[in-house]
């Protein structure tokens, strides 16, 4: 039987003391923690229990009594629902003032580095600012799944996308519904360079294919089509400009999704590197080769290491199309190739996916040790804890968070550490 003093679905009150790491608001109930998302601190708010854990607990907000004077209207009618945005509810000036003492708690509690986070870079836009969807289909329904459930959130219309792939998305609902589908999974990506489109779709039934007319003909900036990993229409990619040079980008091949305030993120990593002509950079988790592009015209060389074969792909032909001769990529795993490189690195740049830098790659980024180290991350959580890894041979000199996801929990962030 359990010991905790509360259960599902009963029924409480309570006041918002703190929002957690991920947005939700924390509350206090008979001594347990109970997390409450699409709330803010100080608001009143009763909620029903939904789930219990050994330490915690978790609820639905029902009502709030007496709301933050930092709510606003979400303006999106899937919001309660939808698990895309978290902090829709939150005014932009409070969503960044949070992000930034996000940022500031993990660094300080998980990294146990003192150091006082800068002011949060705003993201340019605070909607429809995303360059890429991955959508959820189930028959003719299309959408998100809702926060921590795998529910179909059908939605006609989401206000973090850029137009052209909400438009995108009503000509592909409108063949969902005119057309019995096995169709499992839907990305659009937009190019800036050329106002284009690419769309990838997943379906367990090879008939599905014959949705490619349907969009040649509907979707008039599409660029090209891959269905289950095969591009049956166009080239295979979409282009984006970023920082004055242009990036080939296709279906696998990350890219950041909020293009233009991508351009100031790049711009603050290469400034704080204070790059000289003579140096040699490495890339960690190159991507499509954006950074080692933008920085290669300030330096000797750049070496570049990605995973994604596609991505790879793109970065090569990146470099041709810029006309960039300075610049190698490897294809291969982080943690080994960069056990294979015999130059002098003098910079490195580090942009690794959510879980961080693989333990082992920071091992050997130690014994390269470069004068500098511009740590990216999207995630404050395993910055912090990468940054106490380096913390006994580097100095973190300065933590620029930068809002690249408005409305969300999340933050991107530029870390400078130079070697003690
Ligand atoms: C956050 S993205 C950064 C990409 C690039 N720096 C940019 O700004 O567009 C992380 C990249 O790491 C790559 N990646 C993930 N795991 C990897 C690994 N073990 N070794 C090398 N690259 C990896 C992903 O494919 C992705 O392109």
Redesign the pocket.
């Known amino acids: 039987m359990s010991l905790m003093p509360i259960k599902i679905d009963d029924i409480y009150e309570s006041e918002v003391l703190f929002l957690e790491n991920e947005g939700a608001g924390v509350c206090k109930v008979k001594g347990i923690t109970v997390f409450v998302p699409k709330t803010l601190v100080g608001e009143k708010i009763r909620f029903r229990i939904t789930e219990i854990k050994k330490n915690y607990a978790r609820g639905k907000l029902i009502e709030i009594i007496s709301p933050s004077p930092d709510r606003t209207e979400s303006l999106c009618p899937y919001y309660e629902e939808c698990g895309g945005c978290d902090l829709r509810h939150q005014s932009d000036n409070k969503n960044l003032e949070f992000k930034r003492q996000k940022v500031q708690t993990a660094v300080s509690k998980i990294g146990k580095i003192n150091i006082k986070v800068e002011e949060i870079i705003p993201s340019f836009k605070n909607e429809n600012y995303r360059n890429k969807a991955s959508f959820k289909v189930e028959e003719d329904r299309i959408g998100f799944y809702g926060s921590g459930t795998y529910q179909l959130v059908d939605i006609n219309y989401c206000r973090l996308l850029e137009e052209e792939i909400n438009n995108a998305l009503s000509v592909i609902r409108k063949y969902l519904k005119e057309n019995k589908n096995d169709i499992k999974e839907v990305t659009i990506k937009h190019g800036n360079a050329m106002n284009e489109l690419l769309i990838d779709i997943y379906s367990t039934n090879k008939k599905d294919a014959k949705i490619k007319d349907y969009l040649v003909s509907n979707v008039v900036n599409l660029k090209t089509l891959v269905f289950n990993g095969k591009i049956v229409y166009g080239n295979g990619y979409i282009s984006q400009i970023s920082n004055g040079l242009m990036f080939n980008c296709s279906a696998d091949s990350?890219?950041?999704v909020n293009g233009v305030t991508a351009e100031k993120l790049y711009e603050t990593a290469i400034k704080e590197a204070k790059l000289s002509k003579n140096d040699v950079v490495l890339d960690l988790?190159?991507?499509?080769g954006?950074?080692s592009s933008i920085v290669s015209s300030y330096v000797k060389k750049v070496i570049g290491?990605?995973?994604?074969e596609d991505?790879v792909l793109d970065a090569n032909c990146n470099i041709r199309i810029n006309n960039i001769s300075n610049v190698k990529f490897i294809c291969g795993?982080?943690?080994k190739e960069i056990s294979k490189i015999k130059e002098q690195i003098d910079v490195i740049f580090v942009?690794?996916?959510r879980k961080g830098i693989?333990r082992d790659a920071i091992a050997i980024m130690k014994k390269i040790s470069p004068r500098k180290i511009i740590y990216i991350s999207?995630n404050p959580v395993t910055m912090a804890r990468d940054l106490s890894y380096l913390s006994n041979m580097y100095d973190v000199k300065k933590i620029i968070p930068v809002d690249m996801f408005p409305k969300t929990n999340h933050v991107e962030c530029v870390c400078v550490l130079k070697l003690k």
Do not use: H, L, R
């Open positions: 990350f890219f950041q988790y190159s991507g499509t954006t950074i290491i990605e995973i994604v991505a795993d982080a943690a942009d690794p996916p693989n999207c």
